[in-house]
């Protein structure tokens, strides 16, 4: 069993920055971030395998997703926001065994945490 807490989300101005966290208990592998905004589908946003992160495009260049293994703690480093960020951010995480790809969204999944950037 994996529980999944994020936190951070808040409102910024166009260009901002944000950090989320997503604290996680039981054991972990691949960790992702998706998002989705209203009326829309979720959206992949990137996933941290054992060593390699892969983004979306649309936000490669401008978020970052790390771990800090030590606290079992998945982090979405946002920076140059825009307004089309705008939306409710989830973590999803893999546990032992599981499939580790790319756009994969595991049942172990958080409530989110909302992202409101503002133009």
């Known amino acids: 069993q994996v529980n999944l807490v994020e936190s951070g ?8 920055s944000l950090r989320l966290s ?11 971030w998706f998002r989705q905004a209203p009326g829309k589908e979720r959206e992949w946003v990137g996933t941290l395998g ?13 978020f970052t997703i790390s771990k800090d293994n030590a606290k079992n703690t998945l982090y979405l480093q946002m920076n140059g926001l ?11 995480a893999a546990t032992l065994g599981w499939e580790c790809a790319p756009q994969i969204e595991w049942i172990y999944r958080g409530q989110g945490t909302q992202v409101t950037v503002s133009s």
């Open 50 to 62: 054992a060593a390699t992160a892969n983004y979306a495009d649309s936000v490669k260049g401008r």
């Open 9 to 16: 989300g808040g409102s910024v101005q166009d260009g901002g």
């Open 22 to 32: 997503c604290a996680a208990s039981g054991s972990t592998t691949c960790m992702a």
């Open 82 to 92: 825009k307004a089309e960020d705008t939306a409710m951010y989830y973590c999803t």
